[in-house]
């Protein structure tokens, strides 16, 4: 389906975003997504990024096990899932721009704002951010850096932050597949590329998770923190790069 080059190409890719991810927290998947959408066929970039996900997520929760945060994930994933469903049967069509704009500035005040209350960070917190992240989910697909902030907005140890989101978002990526399967979509023809990327993503996981041992809590908050906010000025420069013409046609 695709060229040698590029077969090896997105295997390094792969690799590469998820070792970005283990030591990080976050900003593989973006990354990942904002690439393969460049080079492969449009019908292929969500169910081959989810599926890839998926695995790169499932390996980095595998390696971290012991730090994962089962109460976080126990209430955090059916309520994200119930979040999508219940979005599905509203069928809002907000605009695209107002919802990047609108997480742009919730991930910079998840981020930079001050601590989240107390009362957020018990099981209602859990269950509002569920069904928040898992609404938007359904319209912004790549719902990674907004769930990557909530998580770690509960956290300050990196490890259990980092097992936590893997954990989380694997449940989140796992009914793409299922659902682009049901639509038509034929993975057998992309099971080279994905079984190599998955592959390569562990590996890269591995690597990444032995470098975050090496590093402080501090260290990690710092650098997941610029992650987030980078993530966060990209999504609103894209909002207001389409908004503007946009305006300017409105009021001409």
Do not use: C
Not at 19 to 25: D, E, I, N
Not at 112 to 134: C, D, E
Not at 145 to 174: D, N, Y
């Amino acid at each position: 389906m695709v060229s040698e080059s590029l077969f090896y190409g997105l295997v390094l890719l792969s690799a590469s975003t998820s070792l970005l991810s283990a030591v990080a927290g976050a900003g593989g998947g973006a990354v990942l997504i904002g690439v393969i959408a460049l080079v492969l066929p449009g019908s292929a970039v969500i169910p081959v990024h989810g599926l890839v996900q998926m695995g790169s997520n499932v390996g980095r929760a595998a390696l971290s096990w012991p730090h994962i945060h089962w109460p976080t994930v126990a209430w955090f994933v059916p309520f994200g899932l119930l979040g999508t469903f219940l979005g599905s049967l509203l069928l809002v069509q907000l605009p695209t721009e107002i919802l990047q704009i609108t997480i742009g500035l919730f991930l910079l005040w998840l981020t930079w704002g001050p601590k989240l209350p107390q009362s957020l960070s018990g099981r209602a917190g859990l269950v509002g951010g569920g069904l928040l992240t898992g609404f938007l989910a359904l319209f912004v697909g790549a719902s990674g850096p907004l769930v990557a902030a909530f998580v770690k907005a509960r956290f300050s140890e990196r490890m259990q932050t980092v097992a936590t989101f893997a954990t989380v978002m694997t449940f989140q990526h796992g009914p793409k597949a299922i659902v682009f399967g049901m639509a038509g979509f034929v993975f057998k023809d992309w099971l080279p590329l994905i079984g190599a990327m998955i592959a390569a993503g562990f590996a890269g996981t591995w690597i990444g998770l032995h470098w975050l041992k090496k590093i402080t809590n501090q260290h990690f908050d710092q650098l997941f923190r610029m992650i987030i906010t980078l993530l966060a000025l990209r999504l609103l420069w894209v909002a207001l790069e389409a908004l503007i013409p946009a305006l300017s046609g409105v009021a001409a």
